[in-house]
């Protein structure tokens, strides 16, 4: 392993006005009532991971009540020296970022020195919310396992910003204007496809086996389809292609809604259990087993050895409660393959071994071994 979270420290972190958490590889497990901070340390090494939280949008609730902002430091150890690092957010009037005390400016600079995948109830949005939900787990995704993916994001998202502005000032801009940006949108949205396409690929050759494991029918077969502008097209220039012709094709109807009606910010990702779309036909646990194969699924991808040699903490907030106990133990034994996995438990689960897990209690935002 090239790395693992040696070290997390909190100030005025959601319930935590301070702390100091070490940390070592295998399954840590928290213990406590509920409503005591467990899922809180979780969200906190997501955020240091990629700078977001798997519960909300909004950074300032975060900060512990009445303070004016919260901070998260973490230490990677590594056996190399070299591969240490400390990692420092810190978000008061504004964000700061820091590698290994020397200022960061772009957020693209600071995610992913670490891969962080979460297990969390929020998944079920998943399966069950808007098909930006889907789009975004994608990109999340593809920006930990595809060099340069974030980048072509960044500039795709911000291109169609600026046309859809353009589309909307109506004459006020110059014909040629939209058509500079076409080639923006070109550029970075067929490399966007081309990632979402491979990795949805990915992700199938890895469902069908935790299907099996997962759900008590173990012939229902799980799968995903991605769908957008670019039909069939699979290389890189032809989805180039594709894609500018779209665009030209849709202008008329860009100029009536004043905005950009085509590309990959709308593009979508069906899941489907035995052939049929499992967020109107299955049950409530069939959907939350889905969430929980979609995340599973992810880490089989990021522990590909071609993929990414960074290390993998995997983050299981309390998701198991619809297995039975043999598929717990199926469970147990997929997210203990990570570098780290971090679990929250009212108690600890009977089928986990208790050999080589670290207990934490966790009590009204302090947290002691056990």
């Known amino acids: 392993m090239s790395a693992f979270l040696a070290n997390l420290r909190l100030q005025s972190f959601r319930n935590y006005a301070s702390l100091d958490l070490p940390l070592a590889p295998g399954v840590s497990l928290f213990v406590g009532r509920n409503g005591q901070g467990k ?193 069939e097209a699979a290389e890189i220039g032809e989805l180039a292609s594709v894609y500018r012709e779209e665009l030209a094709r849709s202008r008329p109807r860009d100029i009536r809604e004043g905005r950009t009606c085509v590309g990959p910010h709308l593009a979508n990702l069906a899941i489907h259990l035995a052939g049929r779309p499992v967020a109107r036909y299955g049950s409530e646990g069939e959907c939350r087993l889905t969430a929980l194969a979609l995340r599973l699924a992810s880490l089989a991808v990021i522990r590909e050895p071609a993929v990414s040699d960074h290390a993998v903490v995997l983050l299981v907030d309390d998701v198991y409660g619809e297995l039975d106990s043999a598929r717990r133990e199926a469970f147990f034994r997929c997210v203990s393959a990570a570098d780290q996995t971090l679990i929250t438990a009212t108690e600890h689960p009977a089928e986990l071994p208790a050999e080589g897990v670290r207990v934490f209690h966790v009590q009204a935002g302090e947290i002691h071994p056990r």
């Open 39 to 231: 899922s809180n340390v979780l969200e906190a090494v997501c955020y240091l991971a990629l700078l977001r939280s798997f519960r909300t949008q909004t950074p300032v609730v975060l900060r512990q009540w009445s303070a004016p902002g919260f901070g998260i430091e973490g230490e990677l150890g590594a056996d190399d020296p070299l591969g240490r690092h400390t990692l420092t957010v810190q978000s008061f009037e504004r964000r700061s970022l820091r590698l290994d005390g020397k200022p960061v400016e772009r957020a693209s600079d600071f995610i992913n020195q670490f891969h962080c995948v979460p297990l969390v109830p929020e998944d079920i949005e998943l399966i069950r919310g808007p098909s930006r939900e889907r789009r975004r787990f994608l990109d999340i995704l593809c920006s930990q396992v595809r060099p340069g993916y974030l980048r072509h994001l960044q500039a795709h998202h911000e291109a169609v910003r600026s046309r859809n502005a353009i589309l909307r000032a109506g004459d006020s801009y110059p014909a040629h204007a939209l058509a500079a940006y076409d080639e923006v949108l070109v550029e970075h949205g067929a490399e966007i496809e081309l990632g979402r396409r491979w990795l949805t690929d990915r992700l199938n050759r890895h469902l069908s086996l935790l299907a099996e494991q997962l759900f008590a029918d173990s012939a229902k077969r799980l799968g995903l389809e991605y769908s957008s502008f670019a039909g």
